[in-house]
């Protein structure tokens, strides 16, 4: 039972440039989300999705694209890489039932040159 | 959208001691959980507590909805307790859009 999975854990990136960060969980949890925490800031949300096919926009979407096409994966597109999107990227997930809160991967850090 | 602050922003104990950790939000939540972040970065959920009382060996966590605020409880606490206490709402506008407080930074010193 690996839980959540994010790769890779270490990302430089040039102004203009597209990627890719992984999430995958094998917990068949329903509920998966990606989160970004700036210095001294809490987290921030940025996508969300509570099955597969179905995604919602967080609080900081711009700039951002993800998908949902199965239960486990849950990857976040950087679709042209930003200054600005330099931080760490958190992606979580939990079951959608009952009261059980978010296990966090162990994060991406992305630096955008 | 909710609000989230967290008090205090910064708290210094020596290991044995006792804190108490407050989560005020602006509005009706049907989505409460505390986590706590490592020295090393690593997010570790503590409790999923939108109301009600829950405990979990040496900490506890009560949260009043009626009154907008939850407290987290750390009783006899040890160095591996320091790190940052997070607090992460969901409300009317989506139980799973979470919005988190800033954080509060527990150093526990030997």
């Known amino acids: 039972n690996a839980g959540v999975t994010q790769t890779p854990k270490f990302q430089v990136l040039k102004t203009g440039q597209s990627m890719t960060l992984q999430c995958a969980q094998d917990m068949n949890h329903e509920y998966m989300s990606w989160y970004r925490q700036d210095p001294g800031m809490g987290l921030r949300l940025i996508h969300y999705s509570v099955g597969a096919g179905i995604t919602d926009q967080g609080e900081v979407p711009n700039g951002y694209n993800v998908s949902r096409s199965t239960t486990e994966d849950f990857p976040l597109r950087l679709l042209s890489a930003a200054p600005s999107q330099t931080s760490v990227y958190f992606c979580?997930?939990?079951?959608?039932?009952?009261?059980?809160?978010?296990?966090f991967g162990s994060g991406t850090r992305l630096t955008v040159v | 959208g909710i609000q989230v602050e967290q008090s205090p922003p910064d708290l210094i104990l020596q290991e044995g001691a006792n804190s108490t950790l407050r989560c005020n939000f602006s509005?009706?939540?049907?989505?409460l959980q505390w986590f706590h972040q490592n020295p090393w970065g690593q997010l570790i959920n503590l409790f999923y507590?939108?109301?009600g009382t829950k405990q979990n060996g040496r900490l506890s966590a009560t949260t009043v909805a009626t009154e907008r605020y939850s407290l987290l409880y750390i009783s006899s606490s040890q160095t591996t307790d320091s790190g940052v206490y997070f607090c992460a709402v969901g409300g009317q506008g989506g139980s799973e859009k979470l919005v988190f407080g800033k954080g509060m930074k527990l150093t526990v010193n030997p």
């Open positions: 509005d009706s939540v049907n989505n």
């Open positions: 507590i939108p109301s």
């Open positions: 979580a997930s939990r079951r959608g039932t009952g009261v059980y809160g978010y296990t």
